[in-house]
């Protein structure tokens, strides 16, 4: 060990940078923390100096060690120490040749000066650094194995783990290794400078961590003491350095076992150690001495438990608290807390004084109150990996947590780490430094806000340095409170005088005052302290500017309860500024009557007068009946309304509108409570007079003068009667107001004789129900007695006599009233001239019949005749035994309801035992049968069969001369559920469908079924068939769901002979295809069907518009927009509706002739002939069967290939001034009308399929080609005259096989669905098709074929009599084709061409297009005049020419786009032309 001390040449030397620039440095760190406000905890990295890491790295070598202080210091494994700012910028590098061989630096502290500082190596060397001279101040060498056993030193290879200066000194310092030995060192400089070093502790064990005592912002007599702290792995220990080494505390651990040390094998294995150096703390000035100190703490860790050990000095002292001798003070340490962390604890330091943070094993770092014992998690890990260093494992080979002492330091508030290749740092903010913060950045709001919410506990973050609330009112949160409202209270005043300065420039904006505003309130409302805000506040808003903006503001707190009350000054203020602005007087409005006005607080006149001027009638009452009087706003209130003359829609209410308000009062005061907010007034005493105050005032007793009497309820039934009415019940039925009773005085002798009811006594004390009734009572009674003086409109008198009688009626059940008053409420309900007022005052009457009936029940029939109280005329009717007329009662009265109530009195009567009324019912149901059908005939035929004297027999004869009535009551009757049926259009064809099986009657050849063959049914057959009849008369869509119905119950109650003759007559054409297809007839069901089509396909023709753009030129040849327009613009949607309609019913139409085929196949497949052993009958039968079927089938198919064909044609023959939208409507019929025979094609197909042995597709169409179809231009019946058929063209074999292939895919398919139509190939049908026709493309008997195709037999020019096309496919291919031709055909005659099919999109059709047969082109290497001759043109006629034998063709016609026309027939509709389409 070297005790002198040695220069060290510095590997670099920097001129050091002034004192001041790093105080600026550090100041400026402290000043602008990069966390927000919000934020207490937050990494940050310091990107200056971790930019220079790297390099550093590289040229002294990695980082091990990192301390902190005004400067950065950081050691490498090289042995040297890196001294920067926290610029990065280097101010100096210490290392010598000699400090190489120190090994690594494992440990770094600064001296309290920061220009000092002490660096520990792994090899055991100590070594005190001068690092702004670059000089060693001493090096402490280890002790190797051959020094004495007294020499001082760590063992050499211990890594130094801990160093530190003691209290503020540069000489005094410590240095622990791993194996649990630490030095006191102590630099003595005299005439020489030497160095002391004494052992503190040496047990043998694991060092975690020594820490010495620095010296804090306070003198402490501790600060002499020299105290260092030991934590071992089994103890912690405490000794004193100065004046001698002495141990002061010492405290052992136990493991959960008790006695036992923790086994050190164990993980995790940690400790950490750190002083709070003795601190002068401000506090709030509680004593004559502002300030008070805090004596050193140390906390320590051992694992997971963190203990805390308070500093206590024990003073020999006098009385007057002076020392006594030059004794050092004895210190003592007790235990001031200690808890247990979620697992070990790897490192803790002190913050402050009262807050410790420290990391545990997993790296999330916490914070501990001390003042309020409370533990929070600041940050659950840091932004990389702190390393650690595991000193510990390998210098005493202990498996233990490692060490983060020398990768973590605490300087000013602040965390530093090494995180991989960086360094960070974390500031924890104290609430009051968030709040001072804010304020310091000029963001006072927020600040306010922050501390509204410090002080209320609902800041929704983590606050440090605040006790935690647990529930309202603890000790926490009062604590808080008193802890933040001083500051909350000044930071408003600060706010509000910076803010709102008048020589602010620029001034504040509208949204900051309204922001500042807002907090202040909020703050205020939360330290429960209105003073400040109706003081400070409030007179700092009070200026121009911002009075309104502050006034806004603090509306919604008086809105919502917050605010109830507020001083004068405040109320006049509101009252001035939103008076005085149109779109505020609402506001005001609800402002005033939200706030809570006490007597004596504000100005009485000031705020009525308001309220009258701004009609503010809500407040206005409001404030009257806060201050005792209910009966003042009532008269007010009425003079305005009736100074306005308004009548109320409830639809549309004005809530403020003074009708809307006194009828709102008037309901809440009767009725006990205050208004507007509706709670009960208390005491009930008071409530009770309130009551009986209003109710006086409205309802007084009756006079001679009941108009002036009666002013103030006239004045209300004049603002809304109804509305009164409605009150009026909604009070009478509170509980509240059966405790109402009024003393009434008779007013006049008159009032006293007049009142009829037993009710009324002479002790004047009634209930509010009887003042209210005898108060409508009297007024009702004058107003109908003297009209001329206008008291009342007759629907008030209406309304007011039924209400009061249904009062009294409901109320007091068992009083009866005198004859007298009977006949005088009698004549007022039976004589007034009100129509809208009958049903009430029915109401009324009839309670007032039964409560008090009449002597004579005859005497009143004809008065209420009279008067439309059919109700009450009903029960007359009854109890007089005039059942009939009773019964009368009810198809008389104008409500639909009352007199669907008929059919139950009907029951009712029926049901009755009495044989009078039985009687009286079936002479009313005859002779009234008519109007009980057009009321409900399903009721009407519910009723007839539940009165077993009634039957439907008499109810139809009955109908007879009401057919339509009787179909409507038959069908209630027969089709109960008719709207299960779709009713469709009449124009609409059936949609047959196929029936099923078990239904099917099968009489071949047989035109009617036999009537024995009807099944019973529950009503007779002739009813049945009768209400059929009517049926087709006056619902036709129904019929078909009619008869399919009991068709599918097994149930046919009609005869099919009578459901044919019926549907002729009248035309029903589903219902008659049903009957045929069910009769056999299917020949007649098809031809029906057809004649639809064909009627349909008229329809169509006549919906095309025929206008040509020809038509639309104006007389002097120009064409106007307009008409331009219409001829370019296409088919109209009106249009194209109106066809798609007739074409949606042709289809319709096809789809039923193709249901009507598939229904024969069904049917006629199945039957077999009676001898059923004879071959020969069933062959026959079944020859038979396959003609009628093949029939169907091809009538079918002319029908449909007609029409399509005659619409191409006329499409083809459209002139080029054809109006574009007749030609869009002609292509929408040919696509859709070639949809129709794709239809029947595939339906053929498939009934055509190999399973079936009836129907031979080869036979139809062959039979289709010779005969043809019909001439389109006299289309007839081609069953009835046969001969009118044609011959098949080209063009019509063309759109039926076109048709054909559009149902198939591919071309392959195509083959196969020729080969089976025709048995061989499609070319040779073909062929076979034009041979048979003798028309078309055929060679002449006089044509000599040229010698080179002498074998082939080719289509001829008819002008010269030579080839047109040039078959050069192969022989061989060929002949076998040829070979199967000639078993049918003539070879001679037989020609084959290819086809090509392909769509033309302008058209929208597929078309055939023929084309050579040779695999080359036979014009290629000629000349183009060559080409140009040897044109072939062909036409649809079947005629076929060279263009050089058409005499008057020239090219330019063609290329021209002229239609050619035909030598033979003067056709111009051209199919093909060589190079060009037709």
Not at 324 to 348: K, N
Not at 788 to 809: D, H, K, V
Not at 1065 to 1081: C, F, K, M, P, S
Request: overall charge negative; some cysteine.
């Amino acid at each position: 060990m070297e005790s002198d001390t040695e220069p060290s040449t510095p590997v670099s030397t920097l001129e050091a940078t002034p004192e001041t620039e790093y105080e600026n440095r550090i100041a400026n760190l402290e000043a602008a923390p990069t966390q927000s406000t919000t934020e207490y905890f937050s990494w940050q990295q310091l990107a200056d100096i971790s930019e220079r890491l790297t390099g550093l790295g590289e040229q002294y070598g990695a980082l091990t060690t990192v301390c902190t202080g005004d400067y950065v210091a950081l050691g490498t494994e090289r042995g040297s120490v890196v001294v920067t700012d926290y610029l990065g910028r280097v101010k100096m590098a210490l290392g010598s040749a000699a400090s190489a061989a120190y090994g690594a630096v494992s440990a770094l502290a600064f001296s309290a000066d920061h220009m000092v500082l002490v660096a520990g190596y792994a090899q055991g060397f100590v070594v005190v650094w001068d690092w702004a001279k670059g000089t060693t101040a001493a090096v402490s060498r280890p002790r190797q194995a051959s020094d004495s056993p007294d020499a001082a030193g760590h063992p050499a290879g211990t890594a130094i783990t801990c160093v530190g200066f003691i209290g503020a000194s540069r000489h005094r310092y410590i240095s622990g290794s791993g194996g649990g030995l630490v030095l006191y060192h102590h630099i003595v400089r005299r005439l020489l400078t030497t160095m002391s070093t004494q052992p503190l502790a040496s047990d043998g064990g694991v060092l975690f961590e020594a820490a010495a005592l620095a010296r804090g912002t306070h003198a402490c007599v501790t600060d002499d003491l020299g105290l260092v702290a030991i934590l071992t792995d089994s103890s912690i220990t405490i000794v004193k350095t100065r004046h001698g080494v002495e141990q002061q505390y010492r405290a052992g651990f136990q493991t959960a076992e008790g006695t036992r040390r923790r086994t050190v094998a164990r993980r995790p294995y940690a400790g950490s150690v750190a002083w709070q150096s003795a601190q002068r703390i401000e506090r709030p000035a509680t004593t004559p001495a502002e300030s008070d100190a805090m004596l050193p703490k140390l906390a320590y860790s051992w694992g997971a438990h963190i203990h805390i050990l308070a500093v206590h000095l024990d003073y020999n002292v006098s009385g007057n608290g002076t020392a006594l001798g030059s004794a050092a003070p004895r210190v003592q340490f007790e235990r001031e807390t200690e808890w247990t962390a979620i697992e070990d604890v790897v490192f803790c330091r002190w913050i402050d004084p009262t807050t410790l943070l420290y990391m545990t094993q997993s790296q999330r770092v916490f914070v501990f109150e001390t003042q309020f014992a409370q533990e929070t998690e600041i940050s659950t890990a840091p932004p990389a990996r702190i390393v650690g260093r595991a000193w510990v494992t390998l210098t005493t080979g202990t498996e233990a947590e490692p060490s983060y002492a020398a990768a973590m330091c605490v300087h000013r508030r602040r965390l530093f780490a090494h995180c991989g290749s960086a360094l960070y740092v974390g500031r924890l903010l104290m609430w009051a430094e968030r709040l001072e913060l804010l304020a310091t950045q000029g963001q006072l709001v927020d600040a306010i806000a922050l501390a509204t919410g410090f002080y209320q506990a609902r800041t929704g973050q983590i606050v440090v340095g605040l006790p935690r609330v647990q529930r309202a009112g603890d000790a926490g949160q009062l604590r808080r409170q008193a802890l933040v409202g001083g500051r909350l209270a000044d930071l408003m005043r600060r706010a509000l005088q910076s803010t709102l300065a008048v020589d602010r420039t620029p001034r504040a904006t509208d949204a900051e005052v309204r922001a500042l505003a807002t907090v202040c309130v909020q703050a205020c409302l939360a330290l429960s302290d209105m003073q400040i805000l109706f003081t400070d506040v409030f007179e700092s808003f009070a200026s121009e500017p911002y009075r309104l903006a502050f006034l806004e503001t603090v509306e919604p707190f008086i809105l919502s309860g917050a605010i109830t009350r507020v001083p004068a000054q405040m109320l006049n203020a509101l009252i001035d500024v939103f008076g005085s602005m149109l779109s505020h007087v609402q506001r005001l409005g609800a402002v005033l009557y939200a706030l809570d006005l006490q007597h004596g607080e504000f100005d009485i006149d000031r705020v009525l007068g308001c309220c009258r001027k701004l009609r503010l009638w809500r407040t206005f009452a409001r404030v009257w009946l806060d201050l005792g009087d209910p009966i003042a706003p009532v008269a007010s209130i009425i003079a305005a309304a009736a100074q306005e003359n308004e009548l109320l829609d409830r639809e549309q209410l004005d809530d403020e509108a003074p009708g809307a308000v006194i009828l709102d009062y008037l309901d809440m005061v009767m009725r006990g409570r205050s208004y507007p907010d509706g709670q009960l007034l208390k005491p009930q005493a008071r409530a009770e007079a309130y009551s009986a105050r209003v109710a006086q005032l409205v309802f007084p007793p009756a006079t001679d003068d009941a108009k002036s009497t009666f002013h103030t309820l006239r004045a209300l039934l004049a603002i809304d009667t109804e509305r009164l009415l409605e009150t009026l019940g909604h009070i009478l039925n509170d509980p509240f107001t059966s405790y109402i009773n009024l003393i009434v005085k008779p007013s006049s002798p008159q009032t006293s004789r007049d009142s009829g009811r037993a009710l009324r006594r002479a002790s004047q004390v009634k209930s509010l129900v009887q003042v209210v009734v005898d108060a409508l009572h009297a007024l009702t009674m004058a107003a109908h007695s003297h009209p001329e003086q206008n008291i009342l409109a007759p629907r008030q008198i209406g309304l007011l006599t039924s209400f009061a009688l249904i009062l009294y009626a409901t109320r007091f059940p068992l009083v009866y009233l005198t004859d007298a008053t009977v006949s005088e409420w009698s004549d007022v309900l039976l004589t007034l001239n009100d129509t809208s007022t009958r049903v009430e005052r029915e109401n009324a009457f009839e309670l007032l019949f039964k409560l008090n009936p009449p002597p004579v029940y005859a005497d009143y029939i004809d008065r209420v005749r009279c008067a439309g109280f059919f109700r009450v005329l009903e029960h007359i009717y009854y109890t007089l035994g005039q059942f009939e007329d009773a019964l009368r009662t009810f198809l008389d009265h104008p409500d639909f309801a009352q007199r669907r109530a008929v059919f139950a009195a009907i029951q009712d009567l029926g049901a009755a035992s009495r044989p009078h009324a039985t009687e009286s019912v079936c002479r009313f149901v005859v002779s009234n049968a008519a109007e009980l059908v057009e009321v409900d005939a399903d009721a009407f035929v519910e009723t007839i069969e539940a009165v077993e004297a009634l039957d439907h027999s008499s109810v139809v004869d009955a109908l007879n001369e009401h057919p339509q009535l009787q179909f409507s009551y038959m069908r209630a009757l027969l089709d109960p559920a008719p709207e299960q049926h779709t009713p469709s259009d009449e124009r609409l064809p059936p949609n047959i469908g196929l029936p099923d099986e078990q239904h099917i009657v099968v009489y071949p050849f047989q035109s009617l079924v036999p009537d024995n063959a009807q099944s019973a049914n529950k009503f007779p057959q002739a009813l049945h068939e009768r209400y059929l009849e009517l049926m087709c008369q006056y619902s036709p869509g129904a019929v078909l769901p009619y008869l399919k119905q009991h068709a599918d119950q097994g149930v046919e109650p009609l005869r099919l002979a009578s459901v044919q003759t019926v549907c002729v007559r009248y035309g029903v054409t589903d219902g008659l295809v049903w009957a045929l297809v069910r009769l056999g007839d299917f020949s007649a069901a098809l031809l029906t069907l057809l004649k639809e089509v064909d009627s349909e396909t008229s329809r169509v023709r006549a919906a095309v518009p025929e206008t040509s753009n020809a038509e639309l030129t104006l007389p002097d040849g120009v064409v106007s927009d307009e008409q331009e327009i219409q001829g370019h613009a296409g088919l109209t949607d009106a249009g194209r509706e109106r066809l798609e309609d007739h074409l949606r019913v042709a289809e319709r139409c096809i789809g039923g002739c193709v249901d009507v085929c598939k229904a024969a196949l069904t049917r006629l497949g199945k039957d077999t002939p009676n001898d059923a052993s004879s071959d020969e009958a069933q062959s026959k039968y079944r020859s038979l069967v396959s003609t009628q079927l093949c029939d169907l089938w091809l009538t079918l198919l002319r029908t449909a290939l007609s029409h399509l064909h005659a619409t191409n044609r006329t499409l083809d023959a459209l002139p080029d001034v054809t109006l574009s939208a007749t030609r869009e409507a002609w292509q929408l019929v040919s696509s859709r009308q070639r949809w129709m025979l794709q239809t029947v094609l595939d339906a053929l197909i498939f009934a055509a399929s190999p399973a079936s042995s009836f129907i031979s597709l080869r036979h139809i169409i062959q039979q289709l080609i010779v005969t043809g179809t019909p001439n389109d231009k006299a289309h007839v019946d081609i069953v009835k005259q046969p001969g009118a058929a044609r011959s098949l063209d080209i063009a019509e074999i063309q759109h039926l096989l076109a048709v054909a292939v559009s149902a198939y895919k591919t071309e392959a398919q195509l083959m196969a669905l020729t080969n089976v139509l025709v048995d061989y190939d499609l070319f040779t049908t073909f062929a076979q098709l034009v041979r048979s026709q003798k028309q078309g493309w055929r060679v002449p008997t006089d044509a000599q074929p040229s010698p080179a195709l002498s074998t082939r037999h080719d289509l001829c020019c008819l002008e010269c009599r030579t080839p047109l096309f040039a078959d050069q496919r192969q022989e061989h291919v060929m002949a076998k084709l040829r070979g199967q031709i000639a078993q049918y055909y003539e070879t001679s005659a037989l020609r084959v061409l290819d086809l090509h099919i392909f769509e033309d999109r302008s058209a929208q059709w597929k078309w055939m297009k023929l084309r050579t047969a040779s695999t080359f082109d036979p014009y290629l290497g000629s000349s183009t005049r060559q080409k140009a001759a040897d044109q072939v043109v062909l036409f649809k006629c079947g005629h076929g020419f060279h263009q050089h034998c058409m005499p008057g063709l020239a090219h330019k016609d063609l290329a021209s786009g002229c239609a050619p026309e035909c030598v033979q027939c003067a056709d111009r509709s051209t199919v093909f032309r060589t190079g060009a389409t037709g």
